[in-house]
């Protein structure tokens, strides 16, 4: 299968930047991204206390941007299902890929602990308590999803919902159900039949679309086709800066990233804090660790394809089209099917981001392209 690119996006919140014209520039990022031939848009969902996301109701903004598109397509990744009302969720995922035309995905997940407090799960703040409600409403919730997906009637009986004999009466465009998504387990993703979205070094890729391989053939049957009849997707996202000279990228790639990691983990850390709740914040946020060299900051020897010059600054990648080129070629040797871009984090503005799609799509994209 010919190597896919989509986009992950936060929309962090940008300092000096009104919400509005933050939210119109995204759009305006969004219909860039169509025209030049991305596969799908995914956003992330974060919630107070996070500062991190400043579109945390995703389905509001997917909705303008189903507008602003003509092949892209669009979902949440994730939506983080114990913070959502099960059949609010399928109504609105059932009208978003109605009217954007069947570009719906739909990625699934927990959230964390912290939030989880905030919107008062648990009952306390003991993380154990915290994470067996996040797990229960997770898996009762995807449960529910899948059946007003696939059934005319709701009928369940759980610890959290029951429903008796709800008529579904909104159903999505694609049939059985949109193509569903997990992020950073394949254990998971393959067990469900879903696609796959990690997050971690490239030296650690290859093994990781290997199991997933194995463990989808496993847990799916012979045949290697989604429950929409195509491959499955596997991939990671990697945060990116594209600039014309290798020098002028790194510069920029160094204190976005360094902003990104703050925005990631600091609001929250410093709230928990406050309210004595320390426990309930991990050491290392959403997989990037201390944020000394997370991401794909792999060791110099694993970098050596790369050369010199590897453009790894932080966890990102940074360089001209030429360097970008080499890393999407070693990526390529892992067997990963889709490559999912960050190219907004950080301090990273409107204008350089646009730049960095400008590039992907004039100088590397087309050397992809089947």
Not at 144 to 172: D, S, W
Not at 286 to 295: C, E, I, L, M
Request: hydrophobic fraction near 40%; aromatic fraction near 10%.
């Amino acid at each position: 299968m010919t190597l896919q690119f989509g986009v992950f996006d936060h929309i962090e919140h940008m300092e000096g930047v009104p919400l509005e014209q933050l939210y119109r520039e995204r759009l305006d990022q969004v219909a860039r991204l169509d025209r030049a031939g991305f596969y799908a848009y995914h956003l992330a969902e974060h919630h107070s206390p996070s500062l991190h996301s400043m579109a945390p109701a995703q389905n509001v903004f997917l909705a303008a941007a189903a507008e602003r598109t003509k092949q892209l397509r669009l979902g949440g990744c994730v939506y983080t299902l114990p913070f959502h009302h099960p059949v609010r969720l399928i109504e609105e995922l059932s009208m978003l890929d109605h009217m954007s035309g069947g570009r719906l995905e739909i990625g699934v997940g927990r959230g964390g602990e912290l939030e989880a407090y905030y919107w008062g799960m648990g009952g306390e703040p003991e993380i154990e308590s915290l994470k067996r409600e996040v797990r229960g409403r997770y898996e009762e919730s995807l449960e529910i999803l899948m059946a007003g997906f696939t059934q005319p009637r709701i009928n369940y009986a759980g610890r959290y919902y029951r429903f008796h004999e709800m008529p579904m009466r909104l159903r999505p465009l694609q049939q059985p159900y949109p193509p569903m998504w997990y992020m950073r387990n394949v254990e998971t993703a393959a067990r469900h039949g879903m696609n796959a979205l990690l997050v971690g070094g490239l030296h650690r890729l290859a093994a990781e679309v290997e199991r997933y391989h194995g463990l989808w053939e496993q847990h799916q049957g012979p045949g290697f086709l989604t429950a929409q009849g195509t491959e499955p997707k596997v991939g990671a996202v990697v945060y990116m800066v594209v600039a014309p000279t290798d020098e002028e990228a790194v510069d920029r790639a160094g204190p976005a990233w360094e902003q990104f990691v703050w925005n990631l983990r600091v609001p929250r850390r410093q709230e928990a804090e406050a309210h004595g709740l320390g426990s309930l914040v991990a050491t290392g946020a959403a997989g990037f660790g201390s944020g000394t060299r997370p991401g794909f900051a792999d060791a110099a020897a694993e970098d050596a394809t790369l050369g010199p010059r590897t453009g790894r600054v932080g966890g990102t990648i940074a360089g001209s089209p030429d360097t970008i080129c080499r890393f999407i070629e070693e990526y390529q040797q892992t067997g990963a099917n889709y490559l999912v871009l960050a190219l907004q984090f950080g301090s990273i503005t409107h204008p350089e981001a646009m730049r960095s799609i400008d590039l992907l799509d004039r100088e590397v994209l087309p050397h992809f392209r089947g």
